[in-house]
């Protein structure tokens, strides 16, 4: 494996969920199934795979048995996992820091995303009340 090929799914050019695709994918396994065979719903593999949530340990450690990759390389690329696509080559000048920013921007998004859902679940309770 070449240098390349080593860093395709590392933590600096892939996010978790890009890891959970590139694992489920390589198996030719769906979504779908990938749910059922974990038993969470459809919308819990979404969620993962756009990186707005990540399993419990419990379904962690499920999820990398199902996927045939060690928890570590879900977790940041290291350790057993699959090998880049064949057909990709080298990665233009600038990707890395574009990936980044984009793993960045979800990562805020999801925050954002959590703090909203406590604002209003935090003015329900006030509305009910009063």
């Known amino acids: ?12 050019y892939t996010t978790f969920g890009d890891r959970v695709v590139g694992a489920r994918e390589a198996l030719g396994m769906s979504q779908d199934e990938l749910s059922r065979r974990l038993g969470v719903k459809l919308k819990t593999i979404r969620a993962w ?64 995303a959590d703090r909203l859902g406590r604002l209003e679940k935090n003015l329900r309770s006030i509305l009910k009340a009063g």
């Open 1 to 12: 494996m070449d240098d390349a090929e080593n860093d395709w799914f590392s933590a600096e």
């Open 49 to 112: 795979e756009n990186d707005l949530s990540e399993p419990r340990s419990n379904k962690l450690m499920s999820l990398s048995g199902l996927l045939n990759v060690s928890i570590m390389w879900l977790l940041n690329g290291e350790g057993d996992g699959v090998s880049a696509p064949e057909e990709q080559q080298t990665l233009a000048p600038g990707v890395g820091e574009i990936l980044t920013e984009i793993r960045d921007l979800k990562t805020q998004i999801g925050k954002s």
